[in-house]
């Protein structure tokens, strides 16, 4: 058991106007069981960008197109680093099912760990016919106008060794998924009904990329977030203050699932894998 926390989106202040909203209960919590058997922690998109010489966060990178749009790379770096290796490894502890989702190759797509979840995946479903081909012309117009994206690139970029924790590698049975289809069946086999979110960006990924909760809300999933284990994208309006977090907390919230406190979830996992080991 531990705090599911919600947002209460009622009752509108008639009074207020247009301002209605400000008589909404706002944030409140409930202490229910979680049944693990039916749940899954998802570790999605997490980079190991600014920990690397070839990724050094700051105007002396030797590699330009690493940082992207460089705001947010900070925030992954505590995350990655002091928050979510302690989360996960009570996860694997408390027999919590492990997810890897929308992955895009490197640590996660080799091994046999990835090929057992191909397998078991299956074949694809039929190609979706009711779709446009985006003009790639148009495409890379606005990643230009954007995010000022491709930079130039100096001669000699350093070679990159990936340091992410080894805790949030693929290891033991966790699953890995690529695409919505394969994460739908793998789960639907272990008769997991519930997604819980991690990652990097909670208000762009974790919603709209392949295995994302639009995706899974959409196949019958509840989605939840972790909080203190998602990073969001800011802006110049919303940085002071990680507003866009918020809102994306409040969003999930409303829209998808619950949220649950990093801190509070590892502690009760951490209880839950000692009551494990005393049987």
């Known amino acids: 058991s531990l705090p599911w926390r919600l947002y209460r989106h009622f009752p509108a202040d008639f009074s207020r106007w247009r301002e209605a909203a400000a008589g909404f209960k706002g944030w409140d919590s409930e202490v229910r069981k979680l049944d693990l058997s039916k749940t899954c922690l998802a570790l999605m998109h997490f980079p190991d960008t600014g920990l690397t010489p070839d990724t050094e966060f700051g105007p002396d990178c030797p590699n330009p197109n690493a940082l992207g749009t460089i705001e947010w790379i900070p925030r992954t770096m505590d995350v990655v680093t002091f928050r979510m290796p302690p989360l996960v490894q009570a996860a694997r502890a408390?027999?919590?099912?492990v997810a890897h989702v929308g992955v895009g190759g490197g640590i996660y797509m080799q091994g046999p760990l990835w090929e057992k979840c191909?397998?078991?995946?299956g074949d694809p479903p039929p190609d979706d016919q009711d779709r446009i081909t985006k003009d790639p012309k148009v495409a890379a117009q606005h990643m230009r106008d954007v995010f000022d994206l491709p930079r130039p690139q100096p001669d000699k970029v350093p070679p990159h060794e990936l340091a992410l924790p080894k805790e949030l590698w693929p290891q033991g049975n966790d699953l890995v998924a690529q695409y919505p289809w394969q994460l739908h069946r793998l789960l639907q086999s272990r008769g997991i009904t519930h997604i819980i979110y991690s990652g990097w960006a909670?208000?762009?990924?974790?919603?709209?990329?392949?295995?994302?909760?639009?995706d899974m809300d959409r196949k019958g999933y509840l989605c939840s977030a972790v909080r203190g284990g998602c990073v969001a994208i800011e802006n110049a309006e919303s940085a002071v203050g990680e507003r866009n977090l918020e809102y994306a907390y409040w969003k999930t919230s409303t829209m998808f699932g619950y949220i649950f406190d990093l801190q509070e979830l590892t502690h009760a996992l951490r209880e839950q894998a000692a009551r494990k080991d005393s049987r």
């Open 94 to 97: 408390a027999g919590l099912q």
């Open 118 to 121: 191909v397998r078991e995946a």
């Open 202 to 214: 909670l208000n762009w990924c974790l919603w709209f990329s392949p295995c994302g909760m639009c």
